[in-house]
């Protein structure tokens, strides 16, 4: 089974960066036709997609917040079979719970069939 579990700081304070680790088990990041992705959920909004990475390594950022798409990097350890997310320059409207998901869509934010997702984690950017 396809197990997905975030990991980072919970407080970041602004004009930090934040960053957190998705450990992935039961599948291999290199080896299937998924998107690796990231999606974040501010307190009462709906889910916001930032990005992924592919099979091959490559990131593809979510073009609907250029803002974000600006401050965000995502990469990977595939010896460790992880990957990671780093949103620079934080305010307090990056305070989200921040899920890693494996989609066999890019962009969805609803979840599908044969689509995993960690739990997500909180964090909260605060001086």
């Known amino acids: 089974q396809v197990q997905l579990q975030e990991s980072g700081p919970a407080l970041v304070k602004p004009s930090q960066t934040l960053s957190l680790m998705c450990a992935v088990s039961?599948?291999?990041?290199?080896?299937?036709?998924?998107?690796w992705s990231w999606i974040r959920q501010p307190p009462g909004k709906d889910l916001e997609f930032i990005g992924a990475?592919?099979?091959?390594?490559?990131?593809?950022?979510?073009p609907y917040s250029p803002s974000l798409k600006s401050r965000t990097s995502i990469s990977r350890d595939t010896t460790k079979n992880q990957f990671t997310l780093q949103l620079s320059s934080v305010t307090q409207e990056d305070t989200a719970v921040y899920y890693c998901?494996?989609?066999?869509?890019?962009?969805?934010?609803?979840?599908?069939?044969?689509?995993?997702w960690g739990k997500g984690t909180l964090v909260t950017v605060s001086s």
């Open positions: 998901a494996r989609l066999r869509s890019f962009g969805m934010t609803t979840r599908a069939t044969g689509d995993y």
């Open positions: 039961g599948d291999s990041i290199t080896t299937n036709r998924v998107y």
């Open positions: 990475i592919t099979m091959s390594g490559n990131t593809i950022y979510s």
